[in-house]
């Protein structure tokens, strides 16, 4: 059962960014599926997240590269925003390595930020980030 199906919505027009929220939602829903099993296994759980681990880290990077080619000027609260997440995906990590078992409420948690970081934050960026990459190819068309 799908907790939180990809859809249009969730696209900010950037292919590369666009195939890492897919990867990140195609993710919670794999979460979704061991946590509502019968019996979860552990040993998968533990590996979505820290498969969350090295995606927080691998595509927050990625936009944050972005953000300093472009000089998004809203990069260090965006930033923070991910530092936040990371926090907090590392303390589920940590809680399931020591033996918690983790709940609805961590999948409600990851769901609703997803979609307000995605909706709100991310969408915020790409106007500036695609104005950005436009006049770079214009100079670099000019040349």
Do not use: C
Request: proline fraction near 3%.
């Amino acid at each position: 059962m799908t907790l939180m199906p990809w859809s249009a919505a969730l696209s900010v027009g950037m292919t590369e960014i666009d195939e890492q929220h897919h990867w990140l939602v195609d993710t919670l829903n794999q979460l979704h599926d061991e946590l509502a099993a019968h019996e979860p296994d552990r040993a998968m759980i533990g590996q979505v997240l820290e498969g969350l681990m090295g995606y927080t880290v691998n595509h927050f990077v990625a936009e944050e590269v972005l953000f300093q080619r472009y000089a998004y000027p809203q990069a260090s609260a965006h930033k923070a925003m991910h530092d936040q997440f990371t926090r907090r995906v590392m303390d589920m990590l940590t809680e399931h390595e020591s033996g918690k078992n983790l709940g609805g409420e961590v999948l409600e948690l990851l769901k609703e930020w997803l979609v307000q970081h995605i909706m709100g934050a991310d969408k915020s960026y790409v106007p500036h980030l695609s104005a950005a990459q436009e006049a770079e190819r214009l100079i670099a068309a000019v040349r």
